[in-house]
């Protein structure tokens, strides 16, 4: 009896002994790059349960932002790992979807550093303050960010949460964008009360929009409406609509699904009618350049994904000194393992339009960086400084 025992106690061993050769001869047969990983994901997956219950406050990493809802992520626990202050100050415009748009990163902060205490600083711009003049006449949507890259150098507070599309394409000296968050649905949003679609608005209609590329391409493609100027905030837009000042109006569809009223969408406008913004239906994350602990505490809120296809979108932009006072759009897709960017410069009233597309692989901003400015200068080489200038 204890002879059989033996046999089977060292045939076990035998087994886990050669299970180990295999599992370590794989192990070491897998490139450098590849262990380091393995041993990192071995070495400290929790899930934000576990997160939470250990009080944990280190480099927590996530590879994609899904809203609100916890992810697992991989915890550093090397000694030099960077962790934020114990507080953490945003700064927001005071609109409806800003705030939303503040509390959204502070939730995602503070599930990923439990211990840190988020507070949000509302400031009202002077974009926000200035409401019956378009952007192009009073500076731009520089506007909307100034006095929360102000709240950040005087120290009042660390971060500004912002819609990309209102972020210049040059960032000022020093402020980084530390991360990009992922992206809502990027397109136009049709909202009205009495029409369906573009198409059965009839000719004569007031229609409001605040952006010259909307105006552009809308004037392009039914130029017997009537393109009015619309500001304010989304709860002000719809109010002058309901008002019945406007047949109706276009507003992007990420602002309406983030305050929960997209009941309100008539029509998802396809970017063939109206192209999106550069950044449309991103969240971008600014802060001090030398603030080298936030830039990489904020770095896990980074969906890499839409970074590359904002980049891409912002060169393109930037190699034509886009601004809002220029009716330009741009929108970058993945399709099979390839970028697709679309690029479009505008007159405003609609009769010079320039189009074009560029298709290649992008793997890193970079990359994408590399196609965009490719399509600007293609653009600039078929006459796009003469209609911008005009």
């Avoid at 980074?302 to 393109?316: C, L, N, Q, W």
């Amino acid at each position: 009896m204890l002879g059989s025992a033996r046999r089977v106690v060292r045939a076990l061993s035998q087994r886990r002994l050669e299970d180990f050769r295999r599992r370590r001869v794989a192990h070491l047969l897998r490139p450098r790059s590849a262990r380091r990983d393995a041993g990192r994901r071995d070495a400290g997956v929790l899930s934000f349960r576990a997160l939470r219950a250990r009080g944990a406050a280190g480099n927590a990493r996530t590879p994609v932002d899904h809203g609100l809802v916890p992810a697992p992520f991989v915890v550093s626990t090397s000694p030099g790992a960077k962790v934020p202050p114990p507080k953490l100050v945003i700064a927001t415009r005071e609109s409806a979807l800003a705030m939303w748009q503040a509390r959204h990163v502070g939730a995602r902060l503070s599930q990923l550093y439990p211990a840190c205490k988020v507070e949000i600083l509302g400031i009202t711009t002077t974009g926000d303050r200035i409401l019956d003049k378009s952007l192009a006449d009073i500076g731009g949507k520089g506007l909307f960010i100034k006095e929360l890259e102000q709240a950040m150098e005087n120290g009042r507070a660390d971060l500004a949460v912002h819609s990309l599309k209102d972020v210049p394409m040059d960032m000022p000296p020093g402020f980084s964008l530390a991360a990009i968050m992922s992206r809502e649905d990027p397109r136009d949003a049709l909202v009205s009360s009495r029409f369906r679609s573009l198409a059965e608005i009839p000719a004569g209609s007031r229609l409001g929009t605040s952006s010259l590329r909307r105006e552009a391409q809308l004037r392009e493609r039914f130029p017997l409406l009537e393109i009015a100027s619309l500001r304010g905030n989304v709860n002000t837009r719809l109010r002058k609509l309901d008002e019945g000042n406007y047949a109706a109006i276009i507003l992007a569809v990420a602002g309406l699904k983030r305050l929960g009223l997209a009941e309100r969408i008539a029509a998802f406008i396809d970017p063939v009618d109206s192209l999106p913004a550069p950044g449309q239906g991103a969240l971008a994350i600014e802060c001090l350049a030398d603030r080298a602990d936030l830039v990489a505490a904020l770095r896990p809120l980074a969906d890499v994904k839409t970074t590359i296809a904002v980049s891409a979108e912002r060169a393109f932009a930037r190699r034509l000194s886009g601004s809002c006072h220029t009716p330009l759009a741009a929108y970058a897709q993945s399709r099979d393992d390839e970028l697709w960017l679309r690029g479009l410069v505008a007159s405003r009233d609609g009769r010079q339009v320039l189009r074009g597309e560029r298709i290649a692989p992008a793997a890193s901003e970079d990359d994408a960086a590399l196609i965009g400015d490719a399509l600007g200068a293609d653009l600039l080489a078929r006459g796009a400084a003469e209609i911008l200038s005009a």
